[in-house]
């Protein structure tokens, strides 16, 4: 497969944005939503599936596509060409404070596993597909680990990651046991699957759920600390659920609230 060259940079710590020079006729594909910025002479086209040089039908475009809106995508992806006479720059964001991920996917084999929500943006000719898991197990208590996103090509990928990113390099027969939504990526080599916690105590009160997935080696692993789900729990769990404002200190601010609002309510009274 043709892919493109392209170079890069990752700026920024907490919250990162990679940012991709593009030569004359080369091109980058960005997930909707993704694109920070890009300088002047660079196109942007949007495409049915990915673009990739595999999907050149209509049906051929319209399964890639399928492929996408399983994994919860977009049926679109966008395409950037750098149309100008000297190098161009374009920029894409991550979604939420964590990692974007160089993967290059010529020295990992050609394929990568990822979450399906973690494809930040690729070099033209990376083929964006699923990959879904075969065991029964895995399908019925795998959560977020069941639909995975499948990145095929020898180019650059970039992959976004939640909070810090830990890389573990499995050896054969080496298993390590994971949350399901703390797995980023996987190369195509490790087997995933799904394990009982085994005590019915720590699956009712340990606040892990009830299964845990476990990576067996060979091959690379590659894990966050913050998976957006969790974030996105602990955001909902801490917000005001009545529509009221809730105060830091619910206790005394609690008593401090009320006795204000008494206060003012019955303050005519004296």
Known sequence: MGMDVIDYDIRGAEMQFVEIELDPGEAAIGEAGSLMMMDDGIVMDTVLGDGSAQQGGFFSKLLGAGKRLITGESLFTTVYVNQGNGKRRVAFAAPYPGKILPMDLKALGGTLICQKDSFLCAARGVSLGIALQRKLSVGFFGGEGFIMQRLDGDGL??????????????????????????????????????????????????????????????????????????????????????????????????????????????????
Do not use: N
Not at 161 to 183: F, P
Not at 193 to 208: N, P, Q, R
Not at 214 to 224: A, E, H
Not at 226 to 253: H, I, K, T
């Open 157 to 270: 990928a970039f992959v976004h990651a939640g909070g810090t990113v830990v890389r573990r390099e499995l050896s054969a027969g080496q298993l390590l046991r994971v949350d399901t939504g703390c797995v980023v990526a996987y190369t195509p080599q490790v087997d995933f699957d799904i394990e009982y916690v085994g005590k019915i105590k720590t699956a009712l009160f340990g606040g892990e759920g009830l299964f845990l997935a476990t990576l067996r080696g060979p091959g690379t692993v590659w894990l966050q600390s913050l998976p957006f789900s969790r974030l996105a729990s602990r955001v909902f769990a801490a917000a005001p659920q009545l529509g009221g404002r809730r105060e830091e200190g619910s206790l005394l601010g609690g008593f401090a609230a009320g006795g204000l609002a008494g206060g003012l309510l019955g303050g005519d009274d004296e």
